[in-house]
């Protein structure tokens, strides 16, 4: 079984009809769709202090939610987020090779779409996954995933390199088996005697490495430890068997 990586989603996303088709709907559609509905059964006001964000950005995401259709007017969801961590994994110059590449290995955590392919359909939203949104008699959108987006991962692999921020990932660490091998990343400096993690860096490491990855084609753990992008080097000394340690120079 080959590897898989996650990451996360961004929050800024664009709809582009353009570059790229999509292949497929997402596989949790269905899931999707139900929380649409509540979503749309929430008022203005509701939907800003879920979103926890300024006038502008719930505007805009209050109209994409009324006017949303799950089929039709969908970008590939590699080229629907816009954050820091997909601007340095550049998916825009990838070659053919590579986009094969990601559309096997790399899954993409949402707190809407559950688990999507790099070619699966989408339309911008916004719903991060930490959000207190109660559905389904469930307090947050931890509890309505569950051990979905686990399963489906083990259906595909039994090894998972997670690129993903904490609270994204803890939606799948939380419910794997023994069996499956989940190994962190972590991107740090050297602050005197200790090891500190900078939020953008370590987006901007992440998108490096699934570029990387892509573009060296790799199919085990250990090609992780040659990464050299961004003057990170492989650490052995402070790395464990499933935790890898980058330290930038």
Same mark, same amino acid.
């Given at each position: ?22 292949? =497929? ?20 006001? =509701? ?119 904490? =609270? ?82």
């Amino acid at each position: 079984m080959s590897m898989r990586i996650i990451i996360s989603p961004a929050k800024k996303m664009n709809q582009d009809t353009d570059s790229l088709a999509w292949i =497929e709907l997402p596989a949790f559609l269905d899931q999707t769709s139900q929380l649409l509905s509540a979503l749309r059964a929430m008022s203005y006001a =509701e939907l800003k202090t879920l979103w926890r964000c300024n006038d502008q950005i719930a505007a805009l995401n209050f109209q994409r939610i009324q006017d949303m259709d799950l089929t039709s007017g969908l970008t590939p969801a590699i080229l629907a987020y816009e954050g820091i961590q997909y601007q340095y994994m550049a998916p825009g110059v990838f070659s053919y090779d590579e986009f094969d590449y990601i559309q096997e290995h790399l899954r993409i955590l949402s707190g809407f779409y559950g688990l999507l392919r790099p070619f699966d359909g989408v339309r911008p939203y916004r719903l991060e996954m930490q959000a207190k949104l109660a559905v389904d008699g469930l307090k947050d959108l931890y509890g309505f995933w569950g051990s979905a987006l686990a399963k489906a991962l083990e259906q595909e692999t039994d090894t998972i390199i997670d690129l993903a921020s904490k =609270e994204y990932s803890k939606a799948v660490s939380a419910h794997l088996s023994p069996s499956t091998r989940l190994i962190g990343c972590v991107f740090a400096q050297q602050a005197g005697d200790k090891l500190a993690e900078k939020g953008t860096l370590c987006k901007m490491a992440r998108g490096e490495m699934v570029r990387f990855l892509a573009e060296g084609q790799a199919n085990s753990p250990e090609d992780l430890k040659s990464f050299d992008r961004l003057g990170f080097r492989f650490s052995p000394e402070h790395s464990e068997k499933d935790k890898y340690v980058f330290i930038k120079e």
